[in-house]
T-cell receptor, first 114, second 113 residues
Framework: NAGVTQTPKFQVLKTGQSMTLQCAQDMNHEYMSWYRQDPGMGLRLIHYSVGAGITDQGEVPNGYNVSRSTTEDFPLRLLSAAPSQTSVYFC?????????????FGPGTRLLVL | AQSVTQPDIHITVSEGASLELRCNYSYGATPYLFWYVQSPGQGLQLLLKYFSGDTLVQGIKGFEAEFKRSQSSFNLRKPSVHWSDAAEYFCAAIMDSNYQLIWGAGTKLIIKP
């Protein structure tokens, strides 16, 4: 089991560029999510999905798009990067249905937007 | 509004000393409560969780946490810290039917040799 994997680990973008952060899990989890982590702010939910073909917005969705065509993959797209999107991005997954299910995190992607 | 508060941004503890990290929540009922740890440059790992029953919860790596309804708290404790415990610790809670985690801002633990 690889768990939750994310690529790339690091990325530098220029303002206005687009990119996709990749996330995959091999635990057959229905629920997947994207967070951003900024100093002093904990984790903030960007988008989440409760199954293939179903996505929803979290607390800070603006500037980000997601899709879920398979159970395993949940890519996050930045359409036109802005310096405010400089952050560390974490993908997570868990089994759907019970609130006490453990959420498993990927190692993160550090993004710098110049 | 529902929220999770970790009052201490940084805590410094000597190796071998005891540790208590504070977590308070704002919610009218009993939430589902979690503590996660993030080692430098790593993702987050679940230490322990509480959802019902015994209010003293045991976790991995020798950590425990106690749920106190009267104080709306879920403090994390360890009797004797090791240098490898240096990390950032996050408290989180589920407080409504959408089952989304609400996160505290984190407490960075520094270990003095």
């Amino acid at each position: 089991n690889a768990g939750v994997t994310q690529t790339p680990k690091f990325q530098v973008l220029k303002t206005g560029q687009s990119m996709t952060l990749q996330c995959a899990q091999d635990m057959n989890h229905e629920y997947m999510s994207w967070y951003r982590q900024d100093p002093g702010m904990g984790l903030r939910l960007i988008h989440y999905s409760v199954g293939a073909g179903i996505t929803d917005q979290g607390e800070v969705p603006n500037g980000y798009n997601v899709s879920r065509s398979t159970t395993e993959d949940f890519p996050l797209r930045l359409l036109s990067a802005a310096p405010s999107q400089t952050s560390v991005y974490f993908c997570a997954s868990k089994r759907q249905g019970r609130p006490q299910e453990t959420q498993y995190f990927g190692p993160g992607t550090r993004l710098l937007v110049l | 509004a529902q929220s999770v508060t970790q009052p201490d941004i940084h805590i410094t503890v000597s190796e071998g000393a005891s540790l208590e990290l504070r977590c308070n929540y704002s919610y009218g009922a009993t939430p589902y409560l979690f503590w996660y740890v993030q080692s430098p440059g790593q993702g987050l790992q679940l230490l322990l969780k509480y959802f019902s029953g015994d209010t003293l919860v045991q976790g991995i790596k020798g950590f425990e946490a106690e749920f106190k309804r009267s104080q709306s708290s879920f403090n994390l404790r360890k009797p004797s810290v090791h240098w490898s415990d240096a990390a950032e610790y996050f408290c989180a809670a589920i407080m409504d039917s959408n089952y989304q985690l609400i996160w505290g801002a984190g407490t960075k633990l520094i270990i003095k040799p």
